[in-house]
């Protein structure tokens, strides 16, 4: 006989149920989750699973799992549907003939070969087979059988989340991959994390910093962490307006294509960068963008404006929009889904987000923004969730697929952003568009991470700003 799981319940066979030739089966697919969880639990973190160059040695054809994630499956079915609830599991002998890889399905069976009426052992034949009908482990498990009908709702298990920063900050530098280093002007990198961050960009031939500030207190500073400032060159200034201003000036004579914060107040640098008289102003209005990587959210995510302007008019929000998507086309999205954020998603008289959101959704339709499709006004969670969008009735391409989401303003816009980076653990790059360069504008606060994600969307904007020239 062959015995089906119920969905509600865990109920297992006592010993006196069990027939020789009983079977039960059991179908889990491997997810890149599992894998991660696996060796979180485990702690068998073998670089075999993750080497890309043995991955592809024609044996594995991608990321595999472990084989005790295999072998767990045979627990499982013991343990929760045959035999069930009070199986005791005595010994088990296991051959593994091929790797499971991520998105294979393996159907479990184990099979009822001999009783022990003595002493209530059962053994099982166990296999398990993936989608092509492939055998993956074959073996056999002694066990004891439960004495007495066990009979348990089913428990709900919780979802898991692994967020790995770290994982998405290399995928997120591979984007830069094959392009030369970008020189960058490092604006007084006078505390630990902002000449970490330069120095970690430059180890990942993103940038070949030029450290403005003195000299005397950046050479303590790595002297202290133990930094190796190497060849890098440093520019002696007396403090950090002489730092901003002169970054400035490099930029103006073509010695650098970037500029990053270090550990001066944003208001110095931008009040350099920003002068009308010797400062790096174009045509365009200057607008920040925290571009976010958030693991709940199935896409990269853009927050504009949040650091720049703060109570940005109807005019200031086209620039703010369309330097958000030209940065979007930069990066690899060719049609970005904009989103223009309100407390509501109607039109409002009394909420002049709302009256702006319409407005800017009509000018994008005219042609006066250009390259993305534009929706608003839109609550926050209509603009990110489909469910929430369906379930209030808004018909909408941009409607829980934001690429861009555009703030009221720097209050509402700040808030967001630093609860994602906070709350949900997302990596966060800051970067200032609008200016002749782009420019890192992160938080004092902010870690080498996120200095050197912001590094990596400062290249890929210096690149296109080159290819741009050689173009014209």
């Given at each position: 006989?062959h ?5 509600d319940y ?8 069990i ?14 989750e599992?894998?991660k969880?696996?060796?979180l ?13 043995f991955?592809?040695?024609g044996l ?8 005790m994630?295999?072998a767990s499956?045979?627990s ?24 499971v ?5 393996i ?15 059962i053994v ?7 989608q ?9 498990a002694?066990v ?5 009908k ?12 692994i ?9 997120l ?10 020189d960058?002007a490092?604006v007084?990198p ?5 000449l970490?961050?330069?120095?970690l960009?430059?180890?990942a031939n ?5 450290l403005i500030g003195p ?7 790595a002297e202290?962490?133990?930094f190796d ?6 520019v002696?200034?007396?403090?950090s307006h ?22 001066l107040?944003t208001?110095?640098l ?17 607008s920040?963008?925290f571009?976010?990587d ?16 703060i ?18 086309h930069?990066i690899?999205t060719?049609e ?5 954020l309100?407390?509501?998603?109607t ?11 319409a407005?800017?959704?009509?000018m994008?339709?005219?042609?006066q ?11 926050f969670?209509?603009?990110v ?10 018909n ?6 934001a ?16 609860q994602?980076e ?11 568009l609008?200016a ?18 912001s590094?990596?969307?400062a290249?890929?904007?210096?690149h296109?700003?080159?290819a ?5």
């Amino acid at each position: 006989m062959h015995f089906e799981t119920s969905l509600d319940y865990l109920e297992s066979r006592p010993y006196d149920e069990i027939s020789v030739g009983d079977s039960a089966s059991l179908v889990r697919t491997l997810r890149p989750e599992d894998v991660k969880l696996f060796a979180l639990m485990s702690g068998d973190m073998n670089p075999a699973l993750a080497n890309t160059e043995f991955r592809h040695s024609g044996l594995f054809r991608d990321f595999i799992a472990h084989d005790m994630w295999s072998a767990s499956l045979l627990s499982t079915i013991l343990g929760t549907q045959f035999p069930g609830p009070g199986t005791v599991l005595i010994e088990s002998t296991l051959h593994f003939s091929r790797p499971v890889t991520i998105g294979d399905t393996i159907t479990v069976t184990v099979t009822i070969r001999q009783k022990f009426d003595h002493n209530h052992h059962i053994v099982l034949d166990c296999a398990c087979v993936n989608q092509d009908g492939m055998l993956v482990v074959s073996g056999s498990a002694e066990v004891l059988a439960p004495a007495e009908k066990i009979k348990t709702k089913r428990t709900v298990m919780p979802e898991i989340t692994i967020s790995d920063k770290y994982a998405r900050l290399q995928v997120l530098v591979a984007r830069a991959a094959g392009l030369a280093p970008i020189d960058m002007a490092v604006v007084h990198p006078c505390d630990r994390e902002s000449l970490r961050g330069a120095l970690l960009a430059a180890e990942a031939n993103l940038i070949d910093p030029f450290l403005i500030g003195p000299e005397q207190k950046i050479r303590a500073v790595a002297e202290e962490n133990g930094f190796d400032l190497g060849s890098h060159r440093i520019v002696n200034v007396k403090h950090s307006h002489d730092a901003a201003a002169m970054a400035v000036t490099l930029v103006r004579s073509g010695d650098v294509e970037a500029l990053m914060k270090g550990s001066l107040h944003t208001d110095e640098l931008m009040a350099e960068v920003i002068s009308r008289a010797a400062g790096l102003r174009t045509e365009r209005r200057i607008s920040h963008v925290f571009l976010m990587d958030v693991p709940t959210y199935p896409r990269p995510i853009m927050i504009t404006d949040a650091a720049i302007n703060i109570l940005p008019t109807l005019q200031e929000k086209v620039d703010i929009i369309q330097n958000a998507i030209d940065l979007a086309h930069i990066i690899g999205t060719p049609e970005p889904k904009v989103a223009i954020l309100s407390a509501v998603e109607t039109v409002n008289p009394k909420i002049q987000s709302t009256l702006d959101a319409a407005a800017l959704c009509k000018m994008a339709d005219r042609g006066q923004i250009k390259g993305g499709l534009l929706d608003g006004p839109l609550a926050f969670d209509n603009a990110v969730s489909i469910v929430a969008a369906k379930t209030k009735g808004i018909n909408s391409a941009v409607a829980g697929r934001a690429d861009i989401l555009v703030v009221p303003d720097l209050e509402s816009g700040n808030m967001i952003a630093k609860q994602l980076e906070y709350l949900a653990n997302a990596l966060s790059a800051g970067i200032v568009l609008g200016a002749r360069v782009p420019i890192v504008l992160t938080s004092r606060a902010d870690t080498a991470e996120t200095r050197i994600a912001s590094c990596v969307i400062a290249a890929l904007i210096a690149h296109a700003n080159r290819a741009k020239q050689q173009a014209g």
